[in-house]
């Protein structure tokens, strides 16, 4: 065989390799989930409150973008992200932040589990978030969590 039709078949190959999808979640649910699970948590991260909340449940945003005040004094440092626990229609994320009051300069670290679940039959991941727990640990308060 000619080594340029070998080459050639080699990247179609690897091509088609890499567009495949996994056998056990042939629709993609698990990858959607963590594109979105990485993006509000970035969105937190950099304090937009605002577009964080199109990934938050209905019922729970409204409550949830009340935090955009409280959180202006509010920056977070970094984030790491945990285990998930996936599960089809659900998941489990588990995320730590750390961040600082500016008007304190004292470094916390606040961990939050995350509730996801799929919104029908589409890929579009909600999560049920735990927000105010992590801002009030931030800030230096205690609060029991909120979640129903």
């Known amino acids: 065989m000619d080594p340029m ?3 050639a078949a080699s990247l179609l190959c690897l091509t088609l390799g890499a567009a495949c999808v996994s056998p056990s979640d042939p629709l993609g649910r698990e990858d959607a989930l963590q594109e979105a699970q990485k993006k509000y948590t970035e969105l937190i991260r950099w304090g ?3 577009r964080a909340g199109m990934y938050v449940d209905p019922e ?3 409550s949830f973008l009340e935090l955009a005040d409280s959180m202006a004094d509010l920056r977070f440092t970094d984030f790491e992200i945990g285990e998930i626990d996936f599960d089809h229609d659900t998941a489990t994320v ?3 932040y750390r961040g600082y009051r500016v008007s304190e300069f004292v470094e916390r670290s ?3 589990v995350q509730q996801w679940h ?3 039959l589409k ?4 999560v049920r978030p735990e927000l105010h727990d992590v801002v009030a640990a931030i800030e230096g308060r205690t609060v029991a969590s909120r979640r129903n």
Do not use: I, K, Y
């Open 5 to 7: 039709r070998g080459l």
């Open 48 to 50: 937009d409150v605002q």
């Open 60 to 62: 729970l945003r409204e």
């Open 94 to 96: 588990s995320v730590t």
């Open 110 to 112: 606040a961990s939050e």
């Open 118 to 120: 799929r919104d029908g």
């Open 123 to 126: 890929n579009d991941w909600l």
